[in-house]
């Protein structure tokens, strides 16, 4: 069953990013709607939304006459409301007993509903996914999942996902979340829509997403999401804001809701922008990424790269004693290679005892610039080692002491012309009570973007798992294309398995093969679950690689689905190198890379402007980029589609004649 997309073909019929690209149909004027008995109704885009002033229970009309139910009354209750003033875009009311002040509005197109409290609380609202008709739930963990809500695996306990709670602001990729009704296309963990069937869909954005959680709950054997505030004064999250869309029910309309609201408030970054102020930035399109040890983090080491045929890469090192020197540098830069080292701000330790020289700073640094708790102690740092280092304190010396620019010197003596900087981009972020250094959760974020911005004038910069505040100044991310899932985190502590950091010419827990257990390698790479929210929202703004310790060979099993998944959203593939490792899998690279390259190039400034499952299984999926840039169809399944033999991806780009095919797992095989 081919299941139609309206809502991306409007985006690639359009290069105008309004609310009426994304299948949400209408006008995007504010206007005021209706007010009786309490209830008032504003008109969106596709339809009407009606909020229930007394509960905050939301419910909508669409277009053809489905009633939606948006989120149940606000759990706990809020107490009676006071008197409802009228606005020119909508109303406002307080909550008295709970010291809450509401304001209700229809704004480009979508349900605005604000809270601002006057004191410290916890308010657990909106109530998600209790329409009965709900049949997928739409979730940006990693690149991103589209969850039958009556899935078996997902409501129990293997899938992690029911009885789970995720912070919006560090755990997911986009500040976001859906629900669909219908059939998505007759798969096997359906709700038994016809399939066909008129399908609907709300997208819940939640620009506050500082202190936002969303839980989840298994109800009657289906999936549902609450979600919960933390209003606190001290934290700076006294306000919160969630923004309801209605959809045509697409498995990535959320995400492309959230574009169109980036682009309608100019916080959507663009790539070729990117590339235009810093031409090395255009080095990355076509480029596969890989962090190098030994014999490949040298001059010799990238020669063999280039001879094998890689025109295009991005080559990381570590901080330790051996990092790339200026020959190996200006060797990678003439291949045409980026070059660039792993460094992190975030963590500091005594410089006479540090384990890392990025924890190791001039000074009194360590412990003066230690984030410091309620209590005044300092915040442990990564692995309890240490502890986390104030961007506040950096921010106040920097002017004068210039602790960052003088690490970053350092850092690039070598002539690199690209930097990574750990765990910047990321939501983990904090609130310092130290006196000499107080900030809020929100001004360590703002801290980091501006010290992001400052490096981004002269590298191209990456972060970890960048979350979308971020995408304006970076160049590329590890890690937002990675659904992790909390197993994840037991098996890479298990250094039996997962590997540790010896030897320091090839650590185990970056080159040591590991077959992830099965729940986990469902919850993670299941094609039947991914759908590219991320890529969705942001491709065109900056490229999306997976996490740095999940190179492409450290999963063997799943690495037939990593390069399908890479190839049909358009992102590159990541490696670990060494001497040893270019010669057995060098070849397989190269090959992979080649294929790549062309695509890439052609599409990587484009957006993904459409997602398609093409079977009912959706083991078939089909994107599109640009206005017909390229067109990629991967075969997940056992069987061939239309010529498509399982395990192989088309691509085309405009004006090919035939598609380009690939088929990863044969890449490698010797000839017969």
């Known amino acids: 069953m081919v299941m139609t997309s309206k809502l991306m073909r409007g985006i690639a019929a359009s290069l105008a990013l309004s609310a009426v690209s994304f299948g949400v149909a209408g006008c995007g004027r504010a206007e005021a709607g209706t007010l009786q008995g309490g209830r008032l109704t504003l008109p969106v885009n596709g339809g009407s939304a009606t909020v229930d002033t007394a509960s905050l229970a939301v419910t909508a009309r669409a277009a053809d006459g489905t009633r939606l139910v948006l989120s149940e009354a606000a759990g706990g209750g809020l107490g009676a409301p006071g008197p409802v003033t009228r606005t020119a875009g909508g109303a406002h009311w307080s909550y008295p007993d709970k010291g809450l002040t509401v304001t209700v509005s229809a704004a480009d197109g979508r349900l605005r509903v604000r809270m601002r409290a006057e004191r410290d609380q916890k308010v657990s609202w909106p109530v998600t996914g209790t329409d009965r008709a709900a049949s997928d739930l739409q979730l940006p963990r990693g690149e991103g999942l ?9 409501n129990s306990g293997p899938g992690g996902l029911a009885g789970s709670t995720v912070d919006v602001g560090a755990d997911l990729a986009l500040p976001l979340w859906g629900f669909s009704t219908g059939s998505a296309g007759g798969g096997p963990h359906g709700t038994g829509s016809a399939p066909g069937g008129p399908r609907h869909g709300v997208s819940y954005l939640t620009p506050t997403d500082l202190g936002t959680s969303l839980a989840f709950t298994s109800a009657g054997g289906a999936l549902r999401a609450t979600a919960a505030h933390d209003f606190s004064g001290g934290e ?37 922008r990117k590339i235009a102020r810093n031409p090395a930035n255009g080095k990355l399109l076509g480029a596969f990424h890989a962090y190098v040890w030994g014999e490949a983090r040298t001059a010799a080491g990238v020669a063999r790269l280039r001879k094998l045929g890689v025109d295009r890469m991005w080559l990381g090192y570590d901080a330790g004693p051996d990092p790339m020197d200026a020959a190996a540098v200006r060797a990678a830069k003439q291949a045409g290679y980026l070059v660039g ?67 970053t010197r350092a850092m690039t003596a070598n002539g690199a012309d690209s930097y990574f900087l750990d765990v910047d981009a990321t939501g983990e972020v904090f609130r310092d009570h130290a006196p000499e250094h107080t900030m809020t959760k929100a001004g360590d974020r703002a801290n980091r973007l501006a010290r992001m911005r400052r490096l981004a004038r002269g590298f191209v910069l990456g972060s970890e798992s960048a979350q979308p505040w971020a995408n304006g100044v970076l160049a590329f991310d590890h890690g937002s294309a990675t659904p992790t899932a909390d197993g994840l985190w037991a098996l890479e502590r298990d250094k039996g398995t997962w590997g540790g950091y010896y030897p320091q010419d090839a650590p185990k827990n970056f080159f040591q093969p590991v077959a992830l257990p099965a729940a986990l390698a ?30 492409y060979d450290k999963l063997p099993a799943q690495k037939t689905t990593r390069a399908l998944l890479a190839m049909l959203s358009n992102t590159p593939l990541n490696f670990v ?26 599409a ?54 035939h598609p380009r095919r690939l088929c990863p797992a044969q890449v490698n095989t010797p000839a017969p």
């Open 604 to 657: 990587g400034t484009e957006r993904m402007t459409s997602f398609r499952w093409l079977t009912g299984d959706r083991s078939v999926q089909r994107t599109v980029f640009g206005d017909g840039v390229l067109t990629v169809t991967a075969n997940f399944g056992g069987t061939a589609y239309h010529g498509l033999p399982g395990g192989c991806v088309d691509a085309r780009l405009r004006g090919d004649a």
């Open 341 to 407: 080292p792993y460094d992190s701000f975030a963590n500091g330790q005594d410089p006479k005892t540090a384990d890392s020289p990025t924890s190791a700073w001039p000074g009194t640094v360590y412990p003066d610039f230690c984030v410091r708790k309620a209590d005044g102690s300092a915040e442990s740092g990564f692995g309890g080692r240490g502890c986390y280092l104030s961007s506040q304190a950096f921010e106040q010396a920097e002017p004068s002491r210039h602790y960052l620019a003088d690490r």
């Open 236 to 272: 700076g999250t006294s306000d919160y804001e969630v923004s309801f869309a209605l959809t045509d029910g697409d498995p990535v309309a959320p995400a492309a809701d959230y574009r169109a609201y980036l682009a309608d408030r100019g916080q959507l970054g663009s790539l070729a």
């Open 577 to 602: 190198l060494d001497g040893p490792s270019l010669t057995r899998n060098g070849k397989e690279l190269a090959a992979l890379q080649q294929y790549f390259a062309p695509l890439h190039r052609a």
């Open 146 to 154: 589209d969850i039958p809500v009556r899935d078996a695996f997902w």
């Open 522 to 551: 469902t919850a993670m790479y299941d094609p039947k679950y991914r759908v590219p929210l991320y890529e969705t929202a942001l491709h065109g703004s900056l490229v999306n690689v997976e996490r740095w310790e999940l190179s």
